[in-house]
Structures are given as C-alpha cells and as structure tokens.
C-alpha cells in the first residue's frame, strides 16, 4: 500500500542525483524511504536508484508517485563493506555504486551519493572521474557542529589518505574554503591548520610549510588564513575550515561521534533515574530537542569527496531515512551551486599563488 504525499511529476529545472541504493547496513528500505523523505521536500530533485531492480521496485512503490521521479538502473552486484578497494577497482563493474558514479561521469546527473564502503567508493570515484587537474589527493571533507552562527565548521581531510605534504594541505585548504563558500554561503571561510599547539614554531615540517604556503596563497584561494588552531578549536568560532591529514581528521572524527554518544547515553541515563529527574527532563524537554538536532549525525550526514571531476556525497554506512534525507539534500544544494567549476577554478588559481611564493625576487627557487 502507498504511502505518504503524492509528488509532482515534474519541474521547471531538475537537479538530477544518482543514488547507490545496495551499500549501507540498514539495506535498500532505508535509501528509498530517505529518498522518498527528499523528494516529498524537494520537487525539483530526480533521481537515477542503482541496484537490483526486483528488490527496488517494490520499495518505491510503496510511495505514492515516487515512480515518476525515479529512473531505476538494474546493477546486480552489490560492493560490502569487507571487500577491498582494490578488488572493486579490478572487478567493480556491474555494481550498483560503480553504475552510481558512471552515471556523474556521463553527465547524466550532478552528483552521486552513497552509503557503500568509503574505501571503495573513493577508489571508485578516482579511476572514474579522475582527479581535478592539479589536485594531487582528493580529500573528505565533513561537517562539524559548532558554535558559528551557520552552525558547522568544515574539516578536512577525514579518511582519504593518511599522508599529506605541505602542497596537499594547501589543496585542501583551498577545496574546503570553496565547500563552506558554497555548502555554507560564507563570503570569505576563515581557515585554519590543525596543529599541536598554535605557536608557529609547533608542529612538524610540513605543517610549518604549508603554513607559509596557505599565507601566500589565501587571497587568490578566497579564504582568510587563521594560522595553527587545536584540537579544542574545532567546534569553535574561530574557524570555518579546520585543515589536516587524513588520518589526523578521521581520529578525530570518531572520537566526536563516540564522544557525544557517550554524552547522549549518559544524560539519558541521568534523566531517567528517578521521579524526580523524569519531571525535570520533561520540563527541559523544548531544550533537550534543541540540542538533539544540532548534535544528530544523522541531520548532519553527508562526507564530501573534493578534487574529482564530480561531487560524490558519502553516507554514513548506518544512516537510516533521516541521515539519507540530508546527504541527498547537501548534494542538492552542491549540484545547484555550480560547486565542482568554482572549485576547479580556485585549485588552479591557488596553485599558482603557491608556485610564485616558492620563488624569490630574483627568480631562484626558495
């Protein structure tokens, strides 16, 4: 039986997403029913849904007209999260997230987005939409609560690669400045360095040079270049855009989420303890659902791959309808943005500020 409200079959501009609907642990139901929740708040979205199509079609049809705003594109195979990415980049064809990104590199839609196996979904991505020239390694870049008035901050790289030289860091310094341009509307992003301390004498080698390089380079990237920042800094207002390496970012990324799991776990257990905690928590409850949406993963899902000749949005392997829901939506807004241009434009122009910063007055290199 249908479910739901009725979407209208068309619009006046179709911002098309391609969707690997076989990858996340909660299986294709969740997918859809995200799917469904973003076509229900955005009749301009179309969607091409990857996967096997006996499995899919029914799940779509559970939502009433759903089906005139779905192409569904049978892939039999299904990457998991045990296979490895070098597996799929020799034998991922036919998949449904190796159909998903085929179809951005067709310029059949503006971006993909996946729950699949982070590993090889970037493998995937690099071998099919190939790096943006000059970028030597994409990045991930994720949102993260804090206290600027939009709500988030910017970090990356959060699993991409576990190395980064100074010119990496400077590349990504300039992607995520043009992600919180474009995701966050911020004019200028204030970017600053991950580092153990914010002295400029701190941190290791290539830290301190691409701390120089990121001075150079920040006008003609587009951001404003804070210096070295801390750990404690990264849900603050001081920065938009945190910069580090890949496996920096991703520690911090899941000690964040286990960190405020275990904040969540205790201060339920604090609130049901008694009587008397159950009234309390009942009177602070407009408050307590204020803070439950700011700090929801799932309100917030959605890891970027920058540097590719296309957007691909990765979901939380767990993400249930909701955490669907709002990874479709940042796609949206990128694709609508005319994010991957600008993006191409500011790695060049960034690259050039860094070359002439490389070179003295008199021509020698530095």
Not at 195 to 221: D, I, P
């Amino acid at each position: 039986m249908a479910n739901g409200t009725e979407f209208p079959a068309g619009a006046a501009q179709r911002t098309v997403i391609s969707v690997d609907a076989m990858g996340g642990d909660r299986g294709p139901a969740a997918v859809v029913a995200g799917l469904a929740d973003s076509a229900r708040a955005d009749f301009g979205l179309h969607f091409l849904l990857h996967g096997d199509e006996a499995v899919l079609r029914p799940l779509v049809a559970r939502h009433a007209g759903l089906a005139d705003r779905v192409d569904l594109r049978h892939a039999a195979r299904t990457v998991t999260m045990a296979d490895k990415p070098s597996q799929v980049m020799r034998h991922g064809e036919g998949t449904s997230m190796w159909s998903a990104i085929d179809s951005v590199k067709a310029g059949e839609a503006r971006v993909a987005v996946s729950c699949g196996n982070t590993g090889a979904l970037m493998a995937v991505s690099m071998i099919r939409l190939r790096k943006l020239p000059g970028v030597n390694r994409p990045a991930i870049a994720c949102l993260w609560p804090s206290h600027n008035p939009g709500g988030f901050n910017v970090m990356l790289d959060v699993g991409a690669d576990i190395k980064a030289e100074a010119e990496d860091l400077l590349q990504y310094a300039t992607m995520g400045a043009a992600y919180a341009r474009n995701g966050l509307d911020l004019k200028s992003p204030r970017v600053g360095l991950l580092n153990v301390g914010t002295e400029e004498h701190k941190g290791r080698a290539e830290l301190k040079a691409a701390h120089a390089l990121m001075t150079a380079a920040q006008q003609a990237a587009g951001f404003e270049f804070t210096g070295f920042v801390e750990g404690g800094d990264i849900p603050s207002d001081r920065v938009d855009v945190i910069v580090t390496d890949g496996f920096t970012g991703n520690i911090a990324l899941k000690t964040g989420e286990g960190t405020a799991k275990f904040a969540s776990d205790m201060l339920r257990g604090a609130l049901t303890s008694g009587p008397l905690a159950r009234l309390g928590a009942l009177l602070a409850m407009g408050g307590l659902c204020r803070l439950q949406g700011r700090i929801d993963p799932r309100r917030n899902n959605g890891g970027v791959f920058l540097g590719l000749n296309g957007t691909v949005v990765k979901s939380h392997g767990a993400a249930d309808a909701t955490g669907v829901a709002a990874a479709i939506r940042l796609a949206a807004q990128l694709a609508r943005s005319g994010f991957i241009d600008r993006l191409a434009a500011r790695v060049a122009s960034a690259e050039r500020a860094g070359q002439d910063a490389a070179v003295t007055k008199d021509g020698q290199q530095s």
